[in-house]
């Protein structure tokens, strides 16, 4: 019996859910911002009058101290208007495209990203910076309101909050939000699942899978007789 009793009480030790769930993220990303690399899967579907959809996968590297930072996504984004699919190939301040919008001279793959080069780089450039709020690993659950945040449910490296809003600019959207993380065996994030009411009043969800914390391959130049220069390029009017 003492036994038995003694077992029960270290199964509910190891059972019992953290109490500040707030901890728990910014641990997560403390951890993710130390790994350096990874390769990620991100998938945003938005249901309602304006339905849209957005994945994004490839390598991202966070240059730490010295360090250079390194990117390389594949992206397609569906809405109402049009369809659009690029790569973005990014080593340090170098940037070079491949873009559904853009039309290369022959023999090239990519364009360089030069901002003073022409006059179609500007806007391009700044479409891809406020893509990166999508899937940057930096970002990891910058959406979810603090304030409201509460851990229902564990069961060993899978947890599940929930929130009560997410914040947007001037306030929050109303709605419910859950979200759940898993971690693996060190403490690393490999999955998020994300269900949130969107600022037009719609309704997203989100799905990200993480893998090679750390490892991530390094993210190579594309030869330089595949890349165009921005003056030779024709794009399309944004």
């Known amino acids: 019996?003492?036994?038995?009793?003694?077992?029960?009480?270290?199964?509910?030790?190891?059972?019992?859910?953290?109490a500040d769930p707030v901890a728990l993220l910014k641990e997560w990303r403390q951890i993710a911002q130390k790994q350096g690399s990874v390769r990620f899967d991100v998938r945003i579907e938005v249901e309602g009058?304006?339905?849209?959809?957005?994945?994004?996968?490839?390598?991202q590297h966070v240059g730490s101290?010295?360090?250079?930072?390194?990117?390389?996504?594949?992206?397609?984004?569906?809405?109402?208007?049009?369809?659009?699919?690029?790569?973005?190939?990014?080593?340090?301040?170098?940037?070079?495209?491949?873009?559904?919008?853009?039309?290369?001279?022959?023999?090239?793959?990519?364009?360089?990203?030069?901002?003073?080069?022409?006059?179609?780089?500007?806007?391009?450039?700044?479409?891809?910076?406020?893509?990166?709020?999508?899937?940057h690993p930096g970002n990891l659950f910058g959406d979810i309101d603090r304030d409201t945040l509460r851990l229902t449910e564990r069961d060993g490296g899978r947890y599940v909050f929930s929130a009560g809003g997410v914040p947007h600019s001037g306030g929050y959207a109303n709605g419910d939000v859950r979200l759940v993380v898993e971690v693996d065996d060190e403490n690393r994030v490999v999955r998020v699942e994300q269900s949130m009411p969107s600022p037009d009043r719609?309704?997203?969800?989100?799905?990200?899978?993480?893998s090679q914390w750390g490892t991530a391959p390094d993210v190579l130049r594309p030869p330089q007789e595949t890349v165009a220069k921005p003056k030779e390029v024709v794009a399309v009017q944004r």
Request: hydrophobic content about 35%; some cysteine.
């Open 1 to 18: 019996m003492r036994l038995a009793l003694s077992l029960l009480l270290v199964l509910t030790a190891c059972s019992t859910t953290p």
């Open 49 to 59: 009058k304006d339905p849209r959809r957005r994945a994004y996968a490839g390598v």
């Open 65 to 135: 101290a010295g360090a250079t930072t390194q990117g390389d996504v594949t992206a397609h984004v569906e809405t109402r208007y049009r369809t659009t699919d690029y790569r973005w190939v990014t080593v340090g301040d170098d940037g070079y495209l491949q873009h559904s919008g853009l039309t290369m001279p022959p023999g090239k793959t990519f364009t360089s990203m030069g901002l003073n080069d022409a006059p179609w780089v500007g806007p391009y450039s700044s479409d891809l910076s406020m893509a990166t709020q999508d899937y």
């Open 202 to 210: 719609q309704h997203a969800r989100l799905t990200a899978v993480y």
